[in-house]
């Protein structure tokens, strides 16, 4: 971790909780503010708070450039889609950590691990200074709820990357002088991890009682359901049985159990029905559009920054962020010059099944390959532009068909073919824009979803499933099923064969998870606990060409435009930044294969 004070000046004037943006601190020569001063001054001491939220949209806004820059070192990628094979992307930190080019000493996450050690030692600032301040007992206690939450929140993001790490208790100091630099357990980390998340929880308000003001900040429902993924991710393969390494030193780091406990599925299961049972939240549904099936997929992410399913959130301006970084260059959206960002790849357009429930790999499922984006699953709709498709025009309704072709008789690329500055894989994202308004004059408040029920409710259906409980499991899978506007048949299951094996959902389950968040930060992690990396991530970053023939009609290539390597144990967790193994004097173990 960096030596550096979290008191060396705070923005007077920072920006509203609601936004949430970047941080508040000035420097020590244009401001500086002591220790004292901040907890002194009620607004400071809400501002200082504030500043530490600003980056739990790490793994899923456009560019965690924006929210991570530690002494020169960058992230160097957007989301984190944009680490996996499901975007490429014209950022450098795609091509090194997806061709095996990271490093203890460079890579994409070398500013991250000091990024969020620094959140988690500025909540204990918080809360070992909160007595002081002149704020209310109320106020008090509603703060140091929030700074719990946000302790934990960093934690699990921690534990998320790179396994096991240093627990710091409520150690304030700027280095680690009291006591020895090494981690934890797994183990001791989620348990310790979820304990927080139940402290915050008895403190924190419900959504249903939190003022519009507040929205973006913690609420119980939202330690309740962190606690769930975190218990999720606890029981699946990578962390649940074998261990990646065997070694004595470094086993109990990346597992929780080093052999196989059922039990773990059931406390995940109990976790994610305690969210299900709460009364604030419910899947945004609407199917009453003729046009747009599933539309409910598409409003719960452009209409507002609030809505019945998110449960915890970053927020946003209001404007076109998201279309300017992601829609085609036609329509004039890009606020660069020298790279392409977030390009859907064909193998995330491949894991979108039909309209019907199946995968385009069932032969009963009605794909044709010569018609490829016809009468597939309706969330495909509202998460991929690929040539032909309909999009507003910037300024107008109007909507206009996008061209990603090349033509075959002059050679010639359309205006938004593959090239370098414009998409690499031949699709552009449309997943969370508002593809349907005039967005050059957007003005809605949205947010980017951290977690949302939706994710419960898959947590829940893979609990039930690897309990045994596949019929029930089906149960669940299928409310997202219908939300998302597939058929239901005649049978009702929504495309699941009746009497369908474990086995044979897990993989469905899996799947239903890449389709319905993408680009939400998701994919990168599941492969890992699901311990499928090694075949996923190695795919390739693939594409498809578009070439339009004489007669107008068009046909499709497959091509690869970024050859993938995943490297087993080494690339199912983040390296330790070689700093801190160094800063701590040979305690601090090294990951698996670094």
């Known amino acids: 971790m960096k030596n550096r004070s979290f008191i060396i000046g705070m923005l007077i004037t920072i920006i509203a909780m609601v936004s949430c943006k970047k941080n508040g601190l000035l420097d020590p020569k244009t401001e500086p503010l002591s220790e004292d001063k901040v907890f002194a001054d009620s607004a400071l001491t809400n501002n200082f708070l504030n500043n530490i939220y600003a980056a739990t949209g790490m793994d899923v806004v456009p560019l965690r450039n924006n929210l991570v820059s530690n002494g020169g070192a960058s992230d160097n990628n957007g989301n984190l889609d944009d680490l996996s094979t499901n975007n490429g992307s014209g950022l450098s930190g795609q091509n090194v950590f997806l061709t095996g080019g990271s490093s203890p000493s460079s890579g994409p996450f070398q500013a991250t691990y000091a990024a969020y050690y620094q959140k988690i030692r500025a909540t204990n600032k918080l809360l070992n200074n909160l007595p002081k301040t002149p704020l209310s007992s109320a106020k008090k206690k509603r703060l140091a709820a929030e700074a719990r939450f946000?302790?934990?929140?960093?934690?699990?993001?921690?534990?998320?990357?790179?396994?096991?790490v240093q627990l710091m208790g409520d150690d304030a100091s700027d280095d680690f002088p009291t006591y020895e630099y090494k981690r934890s357990t797994y183990k001791q980390c989620v348990d310790y991890i979820a304990a927080e998340y139940d402290k915050a929880a008895l403190d924190l308000p419900g959504s249903l009682t939190l003022d519009a003001v507040d929205y973006g900040r913690?609420?119980?429902?939202?330690?309740?359901?962190?606690?769930?993924?975190?218990?999720?991710?606890?029981?699946?393969?990578?962390?649940?049985?074998?261990?990646?390494?065997?070694?004595?030193?470094?086993?109990?780091?990346?597992?929780?159990?080093?052999?196989?406990?059922?039990?773990?599925?059931?406390?995940?299961?109990?976790?994610?029905?305690?969210?299900?049972?709460?009364?604030?939240?419910?899947?945004?549904?609407?199917?009453?559009?003729?046009?747009?099936?599933g539309n409910g997929f598409w409003k719960m992410f452009t209409e507002s920054r609030k809505n019945s399913e998110y449960i915890y959130v970053y927020n946003i301006a209001k404007g076109k962020t998201l279309e300017s970084y992601w829609f085609p260059r036609s329509l004039g959206t890009s606020p660069f010059s020298g790279t392409t960002l977030s390009n859907p790849t064909e193998n995330i357009v491949k894991a979108f099944g039909m309209n019907n429930g199946k995968a385009i790999t069932d032969p009963s499922s009605g794909y044709v390959d010569t018609n490829p984006y016809n009468n597939r699953d309706p969330r495909f709709y509202y998460s991929i532009i690929y040539n032909q498709a309909m999009v507003s025009d910037k300024t107008t309704t109007v909507l206009k068909p996008i061209s990603i072709f090349t033509d075959r008789a002059t050679g010639t690329t359309s205006a938004d073919g593959i090239t370098q500055y414009y998409t690499k894989t031949g699709y552009y994202s449309r997943k969370m824009c508002n593809d349907r308004l005039p967005f050059s004059t957007l003005n809605v408040d949205r947010a980017y979803p951290i977690i949302r029920l939706a994710e419960v409710y898959l947590g829940y259906a893979e609990a039930l499933n690897e309990l045994g409980q596949t019929e029930l499991a089906v149960t669940w899978l299928n409310k997202i099923r219908d939300r998302a506007g597939i058929i239901p048949g005649s049978d009702g299951r929504y495309g699941i064969p009746a009497g369908i094996t474990k086995e044979n959902l897990r993989t469905i389950i899996r799947n239903e998870y890449r389709v319905e968040f993408y680009q939400e930060g998701h994919w990168f992690y599941d492969t890992r606990r699901w311990r499928t990396a090694e075949q996923t991530e190695k795919e390739g970053v693939n594409g498809t060409k578009v070439y339009?023939?004489?007669?107008?009609?068009?046909?499709?290539?497959?091509?690869?435009?970024?050859?993938?390597?995943?490297?087993?144990?080494?690339?199912?967790?983040?390296?330790?930044?070689?700093?801190?193994?160094?800063?701590?004097?040979?305690?601090?173990?090294?990951?698996?294969?670094?």
């Open 548 to 594: 339009r023939e004489s007669n107008g009609s068009f046909t499709y290539t497959s091509f690869t435009a970024l050859t993938t390597i995943f490297i087993s144990p080494q690339m199912y967790f983040v390296p330790i930044p070689n700093a801190e193994v160094l800063k701590s004097k040979g305690l601090l173990v090294q990951n698996p294969g670094w």
């Open 150 to 164: 946000l302790r934990a929140f960093y934690y699990q993001a921690l534990v998320r990357l790179y396994g096991a």
């Open 218 to 293: 913690a609420t119980s429902g939202a330690c309740k359901a962190l606690k769930a993924r975190l218990f999720i991710t606890a029981a699946s393969p990578l962390f649940n049985g074998t261990p990646v390494t065997a070694t004595t030193e470094q086993a109990p780091l990346v597992a929780y159990s080093n052999t196989y406990d059922v039990s773990l599925w059931q406390k995940a299961a109990d976790a994610c029905k305690a969210v299900i049972d709460l009364p604030e939240y419910a899947l945004v549904i609407d199917n009453t559009l003729a046009a747009y099936p």
